[in-house]
Structures are given as C-alpha cells and as structure tokens.
C-alpha cells in the first residue's frame, strides 16, 4: 500500500503543480507528501523532477512515468470497483465539482445523505464557475450549468434548468422597464456572468422568431454568478439568472420577471464525466442519487 501511495502522490503532484496542492488532495501534510516522493525517486533510481524555487516540473523520465502510474491507478481503482459489488457497497473517494450556485444550492445538501447511504465513500468537493479540467485536475465527475464544450467526456442531461431576466423594481422604475429585447441593449446596465476565455459573452433569448442572440453589455460583470445575485439586489442591473437561484427573491417581490414575453433560452443542467468513471460503482450510484434529488429540487424552483 505504501508504493500505491507513493504513487498516487506523484500523478496528483503532476496534475496540481506543487508536492504541498498534491498532498493537500490526500490528506497529507507537505512533509509527508515530499517523503513519499522521494521515496519513489529512490525506488526507481531516477529523479521524477525539476526543482527550483518557483516551479516544480517533470522530468523527462517523470512525465513518462506518471502516464503509466496514472493507469496503473486507474486500473486499481476499477478493480475496487469490481469488488465492491461483492462487499456490500462501494468504497473510496470520489472528487466531485460543480458551479457555485449549484453547488451550493443544488448539489452540497444532497451529499450527507449520500454519505449515510454509502458510509464507505467519502466525498471531495470543488466548486467554481470557471471551466475546469477535469482530466488533468483528476475529477471524476463534474456539474454544470450551461452547454458543455468537451466531446471527449461522457455528458448526462439531468433537466432543463429554467432562467429569467429579473431586477428590483427601483431600478426599472429609475431606467424604464424594457419592453422588446433590443431595449436591454440601450440605456439598461447587463450584469454578465464573465471570465477568462468564458464563451457566455451574450444572452439568448425566446421569440416568436426562435431564439435571439442579444451581445449585452453592462458595467460590471463577474465570474462568481452569487455576486450578480447581490448586485442586481442591489438595483445595479438586469441579470439573467437560473431560477432556483432568485426563486425566493421572485416570490418576495424584492425582484421582478422582466420581459416575460421573451424569456432566456432554459440551460441545460447535467454532469461530465471520463468515459471509463461510469464503471465505477460509486460514480454511478452518485449520479443517479443526485439526479434524482436534484430534478426534485429544480421542480420545485420552476
């Protein structure tokens, strides 16, 4: 176990860039994730990589070897898979992420009762609304809002995930309310949902016509989709945003449906995965415990 461990401290090292992120992923402490690569170093008489005090890369022998040792893991991982079947339930960690609000919202109330079903599973959690990699970050599987991009993963639609433009009525009171789509693109402040190399740099809206392509613009924009929640509480804007997130604003009255008559095109919500996690046990009961809940929760949002 101990050279299973080594190892999987080398591939995580690998895919964050530093020995102390790759331990910090195993539960280990810097000095006991540096040991573990030393020892493999040792083991196999070579030097896995390139150290300076800025950066920490692999070497030639290094980056060979963690294509090989990222398989090895993967084939391990795939026979506990196997044996779970046989022993009661699954077992082992799965690294789960998700976007902010849905995580938050949708995905994270769900998972201590996942837990107590399968006591033997134990979950890690990353959320954020910039794109990730889930192969080089090592997830197994990942959520999202929106319309996937990656035709390399395996895609499962969970439901469509309803959205409306809304704002406080003292800010439509102060700017007009809009009547036709092409009012938000004179004199009203869009609060968009941006960051790097994000491809949501518009608004999609229904028509009688089919979907309308709207290029908003706004004075601030954000890659943290509760920060536009904030902002447009604030009276700063229209925000398109999922229901489930301004459901209880809505019902309130401390925001209001604007331009009922063209509402934004629904999201798909669903979840990537490499094609070889749904062999494993404990991803596909995961996805199908989270489905499940999570469409009950989006009904009830709708």
């Not at 401290?9 to 280990?28: A, C, K």
């Not at 229209?238 to 009922?260: C, M, Q, R, W, Y």
């Not at 008559?261 to 094609?275: E, K």
Request: hydrophobic share 40%; with cysteine; aromatic share 8%.
């Amino acid at each position: 176990m101990l050279y299973i461990d080594c190892l999987r401290v080398f591939v995580r090292t690998v895919e964050l860039g530093s020995i102390t992120s790759g331990g910090r992923d195993l539960r280990m402490t810097p000095a006991v994730a540096s040991k573990r690569i030393k020892e493999l170093e040792q083991k196999l008489g070579v030097r896995l990589f390139n150290r300076t005090t800025r950066s920490l890369t692999p070497t030639e022998a290094g980056s060979r070897f963690y294509d090989e040792a990222r398989h090895v893991l993967e084939s391990i991982a795939h026979a506990e898979s196997v044996a779970a079947q046989f022993s009661g339930g699954p077992r082992g960690v799965i690294r789960l992420a998700a976007p902010l609000a849905a995580g938050r919202r949708l995905i994270a109330p769900l998972i201590p009762a996942f837990s107590d079903n399968y006591p033997h599973t134990e979950i890690r959690m990353r959320m954020s609304d910039r794109k990730i990699d889930i192969l080089a970050d090592g997830i197994d599987l990942a959520f999202f809002v929106g319309t996937p991009h990656d035709s390399s993963l395996k895609m499962r639609k969970i439901a469509d995930c309803q959205r409306v433009l809304c704002a406080t009525p003292a800010y439509l009171e102060r700017y007009g309310t809009p009547e036709r789509p092409e009012d938000l693109l004179r004199n009203h402040n869009c609060l968009l949902l941006r960051y790097p190399r994000s491809p949501e740099y518009y608004w999609l809206l229904e028509t009688p016509k089919g979907p309308r392509k709207l290029e908003v613009s706004g004075k601030f924009d954000a890659d943290d989709s509760d920060v536009l929640t904030d902002w447009v509480l604030a009276g700063a804007g229209i925000a398109n945003k999922p229901v489930f997130e301004v459901k209880d604003h809505l019902a309130s009255g401390a925001l209001v449906e604007v331009l009922p008559a063209f509402r934004p095109v629904p999201s798909i919500f669903g979840c990537l995965y490499p094609h070889r996690k749904l062999q494993d046990l404990k991803i596909r009961l995961l996805i199908e415990f989270l489905a499940e809940k999570a469409v009950e929760k989006l009904a009830k949002a709708s």
